[in-house]
C-alpha cells in the first residue's frame, strides 16, 4: 500500500514558474513507478509526464513538452513536477499516480495509487 500527497499548488500568472511535490509512504515506493496527470474542470483526467523506478525512463506529455520537468529522490520518497511558462491552459487538479512495475507508463489505467490532488491556477 503507497499513500501519496501532493503539495506546492496555487495561484501564478501567465509565464510564472510552479513546483509541485509528490510525498509518498508505504511499503514498496521505491519500486513503483510515477506519474503525474491533471484534470480541468469538464474534462478528461490528462497523462502530463511519468518517471520509472530508477528514474532512467522519462515521458512527458505532448501539451507541455519542453515546459515541464519530473524528478524523483528515492532516498527522501519524493516526486516532484517542475512547471516553467505556464499558460491558463495549465489550469488544473495535478495529481500524483504511482504504479508497480518497471517500465514508465502514461495510461492513468495502469497506475494504482492516486494522491487527493493540488489545484494549479494559472491566471493571464
Known amino acids: 500500500q503507497v499513500q501519496l500527497g501532493e503539495t506546492g499548488g496555487g495561484l501564478v500568472q501567465a509565464g510564472g514558474s510552479l513546483r509541485l511535490s509528490c510525498a509518498a509512504s508505504?511499503?514498496?515506493?521505491?519500486?513503483?513507478?510515477m506519474g503525474w496527470f491533471r484534470q480541468a474542470p469538464g474534462k478528461e483526467r490528462e497523462f502530463v509526464a511519468a518517471?520509472?523506478?530508477?528514474?532512467?525512463?522519462?515521458i512527458i506529455g505532448d501539451s507541455v513538452q519542453g515546459r515541464f520537468t519530473i524528478s524523483r529522490d528515492t532516498a527522501k520518497n519524493m516526486v516532484a513536477l517542475q512547471m516553467v511558462d505556464l499558460t491558463p491552459e495549465d489550469t488544473a487538479i495535478y495529481y500524483c499516480?504511482?504504479?508497480?512495475?518497471?517500465?514508465?507508463?502514461?495510461?492513468?489505467?495502469?497506475?494504482?495509487?492516486w494522491g487527493q490532488g493540488t489545484q494549479v491556477t494559472v491566471s493571464s
Open positions: 508505504g511499503r514498496g515506493f521505491k519500486t513503483y513507478a
Open positions: 518517471i520509472d523506478w530508477l528514474a532512467r525512463g522519462v
Open positions: 499516480a504511482a504504479a508497480s512495475g518497471v517500465g514508465v507508463y502514461s495510461d492513468k489505467r495502469r497506475f494504482d495509487y
